[in-house]
């Protein structure tokens, strides 16, 4: 897999005039793009003020260049080029019908998302990092059409940052949802993580995942009970990824005990202010 990351930084926006209307152009003549499986995209220039639709509507509108791209990883950056929370994004609409090879779609920031009608019979992972995933994003997935998906990894985030539902919202993605080969599910980064691990041990892919993914989230015991008890009525279930929890030392330990393998790292302690105690996910802002 040959791979390649184009980014501007905010110097060669202010001097150079790079940003999101010339990057597919500078992609386009890169020497070394023909030979490109991967592409990776970071910051656009201005990030925060605008949106990646031109570098979208590049690939729709130069599809056949873009033909050989199986994986797609739109606004990889680091909180120093620009906060999650801040990631102007753009409408997906047309990028599933222009880039049938594609495997993998990573999208990082959820500010004017839209993904739009999916319907892809190639797409193997989709994966949307956030601080707080829509509704109306939430609904395309609900809705999509991707017979071959076998890894999604949501970060549902927090109401301040974009995420606008509750428990029920997933409990409707994952009960209307249909990726017969779904084998690694995420309901990842939420400050509801005990009540989303509820929901998720209930769903019907529970029944043939192999890695549950419930990570960089506020779990706490009481999310860590449910799996001691539910999970092992589960035995297509190998992996389990809690990292970023608030777990006691206690119920780490009987995690860790069970049958398969169990990431239990980075242990979180509350924040205690005037008496009230916070718990945080871990990708907010």
């Not at 739009?116 to 990092?129: D, M, N, P, R």
Request: glycine share 8%; aromatic share 8%; charged share 25%.
């Amino acid at each position: 897999m040959e791979t390649k990351k184009y980014a501007y930084s905010y110097d060669e926006y202010e001097t150079q005039n790079k940003r999101a209307d010339v990057m597919v152009q500078d992609i386009l003549a890169d020497t070394e793009f023909p030979g490109l499986t991967e592409l990776i995209i970071g910051d656009w220039g201005n990030a925060w003020e605008d949106d990646c639709q031109p570098i979208l509507d590049g690939i729709v509108a130069n599809a056949d260049r873009f033909s050989k791209i199986q994986k797609l990883f739109i606004g990889d950056m680091d909180y120093e080029e620009c906060e999650v929370s801040w990631i102007m994004q753009g409408n997906f609409s047309e990028l599933w019908a222009a880039m049938p090879q594609l495997r993998e779609l990573t999208i990082k920031g959820s500010m004017e998302l839209e993904l739009g009608e999916i319907c892809h019979e190639g797409l193997e992972s989709l994966t949307i990092i956030c601080g707080g995933l829509p509704g109306n994003v939430i609904k395309s997935i609900q809705h999509a059409k991707l017979p071959n998906l076998q890894k999604l990894l949501l970060y549902i985030g927090v109401e301040d940052y974009g995420f606008d539902g509750n428990a029920d919202t997933v409990r409707e993605l994952l009960e209307q949802a249909d990726f017969p080969k779904l084998a690694y599910l995420g309901i990842a980064d939420s400050d509801i993580q005990d009540e989303l691990t509820g929901v998720v041990l209930e769903c019907k892919f529970m029944e043939q995942i192999h890695t549950l993914d419930l990570s960089c989230g506020t779990l706490t015991d009481q999310g860590g009970a449910l799996l001691l008890e539910k999970l092992p009525g589960y035995p297509n279930v190998k992996k389990l990824d809690v990292h970023h929890h608030y777990l006691t030392e206690e119920m780490m330990d009987k995690l860790s005990k069970l049958p398969i393998e169990v990431d239990v790292s980075d242990k979180y302690k509350p924040d205690v202010y005037h008496g009230t105690v916070y718990l945080n996910a871990m990708l907010t802002e």
